[in-house]
């Protein structure tokens, strides 16, 4: 009786649910075919610029208080004397900056042996030769300088942002008041733009290295406090009882007790934070940042896509080598020895990686390629490249694949598809995504989506929030196209789903800008190639997703549809999907999150949307409207996240999975 007593109110609110959204929905036809009749009244198809409020003067009038009659400018000038001398240090030591402590440049020998030694001690020979392999092709392709200068920011910005992130994780742990207002923040932050972090660096640390370090450090914050948050939730009583018991005191116990507990959590915020941190420095080239972003921005811009392709893999391998040995020192148990064992027998390692690293640096000062590999001595292939990918382009198949897609795709889906999107009246797309929010989540959710898309429209960019919207839905439907029938097929087999998710791991690791490289070199500079490059980008989270889903339906489930004479499609269809389906929703959401974050980047390619703003922005110190177009995407990216995990949430509940 009681499970009936449940079930009946849950029956009446999703039909009640249903009927609403079919109510909105009913709405933006009506408003939408008014509009097209040309009975509409202009100003509910776009609000008035009368009523628009200036969000972005209001703002910058806030922003100027702040940062001159409070002083705020004046301090962050003081800290930021600090950090350029951070900064100096770290850049001596790597590529020789003429600065304290005066060691550096370390040759490219040394600290190759000493990256191949700590891959070895974390995971084995193959993480060495990983990073042994990586390290050398850096330097022999005549990018040790450059990777350096990427290098020594991030060995200021990542100890930076754990510090900052397990101090402030500790006090959402510890306070609840803490926790509360810091989760709304950490939810804006991780779906704001990357152009937004960058200009107020640019206001308040100057332009270069130090906004570089500072915008790296602020947006791989985030995961930090998340990740250490829930590892100190999770600590079992059992754990926190012996800790009492034993005497110690608040202090010892966070330090002795917690801490080491939480361990697992916090080195996966970790191995978060240095991927972000990496994805990030390498866009601060926007600002003034030299290193690989830089070198990539500048062979991009002027298409020497050989030399971009070049930098491009050295990326790509640091990021590979950075992930796999984190995510090593996530998974590698401390080692215990014997009361009274010898300080060589506890150090092994240690001290035949001091031995090696001597050895190179000896052998450096007397073989000076073993310390800088000089103009002219390096391997590069860039120009040879170069000659390849045209030879590549000009080849009539692949100009006839690359035309008929960039024809048809730009004239009879994309163009047409943007264009209907903008003639939707504004209260109709917002009646659209009320429609979508409550017939996937609830009431409470389409309250959000319609209070966040009416401000993106007060915001006075509605067009070009709506251009951005379409590049995001159009990418994430090819993306779905593509990956999920990849996905479905993979999970049949053991054997191609483990290759499947160590692909989607590894095009994980690469940075944003490194999707532009196909899509540049296959389509130029148009509309299809912004959508190429967000749907490689996307279609990783849809395939990690359906794999595990499938992965995880109950084999009592799949053995009941044998049993009962089902065929292949019809278990896959009725058994498999509908229990994977709120572990693919979580992909779904992936997938549009990094869409929003990649449809930013392409506005480097040439884009008429909230990106190719947001980047005009970085001209000048339009801080308002930096912030404005920042939260216009975070307001639409946030509306699609509240309603798909309260979607997949309710959905695991009703079907009883963990």
């Known amino acids: 009786m009681a499970d009936i007593a449940t079930t009946l109110p849950n029956a009446r609110a999703a039909l009640k649910g ?83 402590p005066n060691l550096g440049p370390i040759p490219w020998t040394a600290l190759t042996m000493a990256v191949a030694v700590i891959g070895y001690y974390l995971g084995g020979w193959k993480l ?43 006090a959402a742990w510890k306070y609840a008041r803490v926790d509360a207002a810091i989760k709304p923040i950490l939810s804006v932050l991780q779906t704001l733009p990357f152009f937004t972090y960058l200009l107020p660096a640019v206001i308040f640390f100057k332009v270069g290295p130090t906004a570089g370090a500072v915008a790296t450090t602020v947006y791989a914050i985030p995961p930090m406090i998340l990740m250490t948050t829930l590892g100190l939730q999770k600590v079992s009583p059992e754990i926190v009882e012996a800790g009492k018991m034993s005497g110690c005191s608040r202090y010892q116990m966070l330090r002795h007790v917690y801490i080491p507990a939480a361990r697992t959590e916090i080195l996966v ?18 600002i003034g940042m030299p290193g690989l972003g830089a070198k990539l921005l500048q062979m991009l811009g002027s298409f020497k896509l050989g030399r971009s392709f070049e930098v491009g893999v050295t990326i790509v391998l640091l990021a590979i080598t ?17 009361r009274g064992a010898p300080f060589w027998v506890r150090h092994k390692t240690f001290l035949v990686g001091a031995l090696l690293v001597s050895i190179c640096l000896i052998l450096a000062r ?115 196209l593509i990956g999920l029938p990849l996905a479905i097929i993979a999970a049949r087999s053991d054997k191609w789903s483990r290759w499947m998710l160590l692909m989607c791991d ?8 490194v999707y532009l490289l196909p899509a540049i070199m296959l389509f130029g500079i148009t509309d299809i190639a912004v959508i190429f490059s967000i749907v490689i980008f996307a279609t990783v989270p849809l395939i990690r997703y359906t794999i595990e889903g499938l992965s995880t339906v109950p084999p009592e489930m799949t053995e009941a549809a044998d049993m009962s004479g089902a065929t292949r499609m019809q278990k896959l269809w009725n058994v498999e999907l509908p229990l994977a389906l709120p572990t693919m929703a979580i992909g779904f959401n992936q997938a549009i999150m990094f869409a929003f974050f990649m449809v930013i980047i392409a506005a480097f390619i040439g ?51 963990p």
């Not at 850096?138 to 990777?147: E, N």
């Not at 991030?154 to 510090?163: I, K, R």
């Not at 941190?277 to 601060?284: E, K, N, R, Y």
């Not at 990106?611 to 001209?619: I, K």
């Open 18 to 100: 249903s009927q609403l959204a079919l109510a909105f929905l009913a709405a933006a036809v009506v408003l939408t075919a008014s509009q097209y009749a040309g009975v509409l009244p202009e100003w509910l198809h776009r609000l008035p610029e009368a009523i628009i409020p200036n969000f972005a003067g209001w703002l910058d009038v806030i922003f100027n208080f702040v940062k001159d009659d409070l002083g705020l400018l004046t301090l962050t000038r003081f800290l930021t004397g600090g950090l350029e001398w951070l900064l100096d240090a770290s850049g001596n030591i790597f590529y020789g900056k003429r600065r304290w």
């Open 128 to 170: 060495a030769l990983l990073g042994g392999v990586t390290l050398t092709w850096t330097a022999l392709m005549g990018q040790w300088k450059i990777a350096m200068e990427t290098v020594s920011v991030l060995f200021v910005s990542v100890p930076l942002a754990f510090v900052i992130g397990l101090s402030l994780g500790i």
């Open 269 to 286: 915020g970790v191995n978060q934070v240095i991927m972000l941190s990496l994805a990030m420095v390498v866009l601060t080239a926007f």
């Open 322 to 338: 950075l992930d796999r040995m984190s995510k090593a020192w996530v998974v590698k148990q401390p080692k215990h020895f014997e």
């Open 366 to 480: 007397f073989i000076p390629f073993l310390s800088e590999v000089g103009r002219g001595q390096d391997f590069s292939v860039g120009r040879p490249l170069d000659t390849i990918i045209r030879g590549f382009l000009d080849i009539e198949w692949v100009k006839a694949t690359t035309g008929f897609l960039r024809a048809f795709l730009n004239v009879q889906v994309l163009i047409p598809f943007r264009n209907f999107m903008l003639s939707i009246p504004t209260p109709a797309m917002i009646c659209l995504v009320a429609a979508f929010a409550v017939a996937l989540a609830g009431r409470k959710q389409a309250v959000y989506a319609v209070i966040f898309f009416s401000l993106v429209a007060l915001s006075g960019w509605w067009d070009r929030a709506i251009i951005t919207l379409y590049s995001v839905v159009s990418a994430v439907t090819i993306a779905a």
């Open 506 to 513: 590894t095009f994980q690791t690469f940075p944003s800008f």
């Open 607 to 657: 884009t008429q949307d909230l990106g190719q703003e947001l980047q005009r922005t970085l001209a000048g110190t339009d801080l308002g409207k930096n912030f404005v177009l920042g939260i216009c995407v975070s307001l639409m990216a946030l509306t699609f996240d509240l309603t798909i995990m309260k979607w997949s949430a309710d959905k695991k509940r009703a079907l009883g999975l």
